[in-house]
């Protein structure tokens, strides 16, 4: 069966940042792709128990169990691509004073410092997962939040503005596990803050077309 939804591993052009090494890059690389080897497998087998249009009673188990891994891996495999996406080498560390990323972080948290404190206190959090700011579609709001694995966490159709992956296996090839706070740090001075502002833009651009306001 020819399935044209299957998913197909995206290339990140990373290398050469500072305190993440290319070794530890080429690992999570690998990583990635096997989520999305994951989600296109179970997908197929998930369609395989609705090929007859139904779920039989004896493959609910099997069904259900395959569904819940789904979220897992799916979650996985999207995240992954926001944290690529979301890093470049030479990052400046802090977005510009007046980009929209900055102006959000003020306007939600009171400072853009207030703001990092938060993320990066979630960043340290003990628990294997990732910190993630979302902005609110509705408008524009930045919060951040702890997801625990890739699926527990993650407000529904809100926008991922900025994801930092904290599981050990980002780091742990250049750092002790005790030493997150420093992966931290490194994370910071990778940050691709232009990307954050081009998805604050589109969430600017889907509630314009919302509201048929501009801006
Ligand atoms: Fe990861």
């Not at 305190?19 to 197929?44: A, C, P, Q, W």
């Not at 003990?126 to 408008?139: F, T």
Request: some cysteine.
């Amino acid at each position: 069966m020819i399935n044209t939804n299957s998913y197909q591993a995206k290339q990140f052009n990373l290398s050469g940042l500072n305190g993440i090494s290319d070794r530890t890059l080429e690992m999570h690389f690998k990583l990635y792709e096997g989520y999305v080897k994951e989600t296109n497998n179970l997908s197929d087998r998930i369609s395989e128990f609705l090929s007859d249009g139904k779920v039989d009673q004896e493959e609910v188990p099997a069904y259900s169990e395959l569904t819940r891994r789904l979220g897992f891996e799916y979650n996985g495999m999207v995240l992954h691509e926001y944290y690529f996406g979301n890093m470049k080498r030479e990052g400046p560390g802090n977005p510009e004073k007046n980009s929209a990323f900055f102006r959000a972080a003020e306007a939600s948290f009171g400072s853009y410092d207030i703001w990092k404190a938060d993320f990066v206190g979630i960043g340290k959090m003990r628990g294997v997962g990732w910190a993630i700011c979302y902005e609110n579609p509705a408008n524009g709001r930045l919060s951040n939040h702890w997801i625990t694995l890739h699926e527990t966490g993650n407000v529904a159709g809100f926008n991922p503005v900025l994801v930092m992956d904290v599981w050990e296996h980002a780091f742990l090839l250049d750092y002790k596990p005790a030493e997150r706070p420093k992966y931290i740090d490194a994370f910071f001075s990778n940050i691709a803050w232009s990307v954050c502002d081009e998805r604050l833009k589109r969430g600017l651009a889907a509630r314009s077309a919302t509201t048929g306001e501009l801006g």
